[in-house]
């Protein structure tokens, strides 16, 4: 499980951002299903989300990219530099010292070209989960939504 931004909602999927030199990128590979889960702890609610996630085109990501934070980018250019995600720093200093390359190398943000290693998927849901918090009996909301051949169900839950 990992922590994601939750990008957008597009045409009813939801759009999260990977990096491909990532571990969590490989572990997709193995099954297009997959479950999201998304907490707002202000609102006491919960969604699980379950679907068939597809990859975003790379024309597509290259738009998507192109609005990153300049700080974003440059990560990206790290991590094509034989550094993926979550590999192992001997110091800090090298992050730091391939980071300021980078910026030399790249001083625009709008000049960076796109690496090609930052991946969109686009999460088309058939189960979703709601959870409603009731704070003063504890008698929480729950009901959930199954897709099956084109209509969705509603169903109530045991809180
Ligand atoms: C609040 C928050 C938001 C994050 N957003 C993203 C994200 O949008 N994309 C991403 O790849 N990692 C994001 N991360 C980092 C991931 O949770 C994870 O630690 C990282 O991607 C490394 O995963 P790995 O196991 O694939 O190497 C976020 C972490 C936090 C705490």
Redo the contacts with the bound molecule.
């Keep these: 499980m990992?922590?994601?931004?939750l990008r957008d909602i597009d045409d009813q999927r939801f759009i999260?951002?990977?990096?491909n030199t990532?571990?969590?990128?490989r572990q997709l590979q193995s099954s297009s299903r997959c479950e999201m889960l998304v907490f707002w702890p202000t609102l006491m609610q919960q969604y699980r989300i379950r679907g068939e996630w597809q990859e975003i085109p790379s024309a597509a990501m290259e738009t998507h990219w192109a609005r990153k934070p300049y700080d974003s980018k440059l990560l990206d250019h790290f991590y094509a530099e034989g550094r993926p995600?979550?590999s192992v720093l001997a110091s800090r200093a090298v992050l730091l010292e391939g980071i300021e390359r980078l910026k030399q190398r790249y001083p625009v943000a709008d000049d960076i070209p796109f690496p090609g290693n930052a991946q969109g998927l686009a999460i088309d849901a058939n189960y979703m989960e709601i959870w409603q918090g009731s704070e003063s009996d504890r008698l929480h909301h729950r009901h959930r939504y199954v897709l099956t051949a084109n209509s969705w169900s509603k169903e109530i839950l045991v809180p």
């Design positions: 990992r922590t994601l931004v999260v951002f990977v990096n990532s571990e969590k990128w995600q979550s």
